[in-house]
Nanobody
Framework: QVQLVESGGGLVQAGASLRLSCAAS????????MGWFRQAPGKEREFVSG????????FYADSVKGRFTISRDNAKNTVYLQMNSLKPEDTAVYYCAASRMLFTPTRLSDFDSWGQGTQVTVSS
């Protein structure tokens, strides 16, 4: 199992950008597919974006497509989520997750390890 720690959240105004980072421990990070989820108050955790072990196969929820970009640096054991043109409806706790799937995982059940989350708040 891999240990995950998110960072980079904060309070921003609508239209601003943030970059979330997720640092992973362990020597096998490069073998994991990675994903980002988010959970707003009173709502279920939802898929945001995923990426394969080799950086390919990126996939996005329709609600963030064209605004968010997922990437990874296997040499730094880190996955990123660049969030541009933020909207108030993007407000949520954002979670990083790791999966042993070979293809891009998108479901909660695809993931084996989770971070503790980082809060993103977008004001109007």
């Amino acid at each position: 199992q891999v240990q995950l720690v998110e960072s980079g959240g904060g309070l921003v105004q609508a239209g601003a950008s943030l970059r979330l980072s997720c640092a992973a421990s362990g020597r096998t990070f490069s073998s994991y597919a990675m994903g980002w989820f988010r959970q707003a108050p009173g709502k279920e955790r939802e898929f945001v974006s995923g990426i394969r072990w080799n950086g390919g196969g990126t996939f996005y929820a329709d609600s963030v497509k064209g605004r968010f970009t997922i990437s990874r640096d296997n040499a730094k054991n880190t996955v990123y989520l660049q969030m541009n043109s933020l909207k108030p409806e993007d407000t949520a706790v954002y979670y990083c997750a790791a999966s042993r799937m070979l293809f891009t995982p998108t479901r909660l059940s695809d993931f084996d390890s989770w971070g503790q989350g980082t809060q993103v708040t977008v004001s109007s």
